[in-house]
């Protein structure tokens, strides 16, 4: 399927901010045999007085600027073409949960897909008792790691309501498991919390994906926004599999990828420091049209 996605974010400061400096990650990646961008564009208000692009641990694409003098917003506009390959359909071939960690154990790579840089706790997914107790229930009748992955994520769908005032980008992941609301990042870092406390590693991916309005309801252009889900490595043959817990779905021909790590700290669409005296506004909006030929 062939995707045309144009990405606005918008920061306005109540003062003068300066001395900024920011990593974006904000562009589609390339993946072979997945995934592949045909063109893409990123602008970037006011022009940084220093910009450069690099590729962090994760692979992921960043650009890197910088501001010398004081500025009163900032905005970033990507726009980009995507083909994004239908996904065969997909057989469990996953071990039990048992049998993933005995294979956990003959994996020696530290390279960045290797699976050992998503067992542990991350920056903003901690170990949580509760989490794990849920998760461990949840997983007991299950034969396989996919069928652990799928009834943890189907649960989460089930039980939290999808509530894009509940949470912000920094509320603690257990304190949307007790509130059972929250927005796809919430869903993501739950889920993740969950299945690396019963073994699986477990990852988070950003990105896009197209939503259909109802039969009969005109497309809002600029209504969605950047979504997430999760990664999870079921197995040496099997791999890694993505799964979207906020919709109840394998990821697949919808989801477009930007970025994966270990949760949203390695992802963060923008990051970075300035120097500010006041609060800031933010605005976010996304398109994704399928493209007919």
């Known amino acids: 399927m062939l995707y045309d996605i144009t990405l606005k974010i918008e920061y306005a400061y109540d003062s003068l901010a300066d001395a900024g400096r920011h990593i974006l990650r904000l562009t589609p990646a390339t993946l072979p045999g997945r995934q592949r961008v045909i063109a893409s564009s990123l602008d970037v208000a006011p022009i940084p007085t220093e910009q450069g692009l690099f590729f962090d641990f994760f692979d992921n694409r960043c650009i890197n600027i910088s501001y010398d003098g004081a500025v009163e917003e900032t905005s970033f506009l990507m726009k980009a073409r995507v083909d994004r390959t239908a996904l065969e359909q ?23 897909e290797s699976p050992h840089h998503f067992r542990g706790r991350s920056p903003r997914v901690p170990q949580v008792s509760e989490i794990a107790a849920w998760a461990k229930t949840l997983s007991a009748g299950s034969g396989t790691a996919l069928e652990a992955v799928t009834a943890i994520c189907t649960a989460l769908h089930r039980e939290m309501t999808f509530d ?3 949470t912000a980008v920094d509320t603690p992941l257990e304190e949307a498991f ?12 739950i889920a993740i919390c969950a299945l690396r406390s019963i073994g699986v590693p477990a990852g988070y991916v950003s990105g896009f994906l197209r939503t259909i309005p109802p039969k009969g309801a005109a497309r809002l252009e600029g209504a969605d926004a950047m979504h997430a889900w999760v990664r999870a490595w079921s197995g040496l043959e099997m791999g890694w599999v993505e799964f979207d817990p906020t919709n109840n779905m394998m990821a697949g021909e919808d989801h477009v990828v930007v970025a994966v790590g270990r949760d949203y700290f390695d992802v963060a669409p923008v990051k970075g420091a300035l120097r500010t005296a006041g609060s800031q506004d933010t605005s976010q909006s996304v398109d994704m049209v399928a493209v007919l030929s």
């Open 178 to 189: 007790r509130a059972r609301h929250g927005v796809c990042q919430d869903f993501t870092h």
């Open 90 to 112: 997909l057989f469990d071939v996953s071990p039990s949960l048992e049998r993933l960690a005995k294979e956990l154990e003959t994996v020696n790579s530290v390279s960045p």
């Open 164 to 166: 894009p005032e509940a």
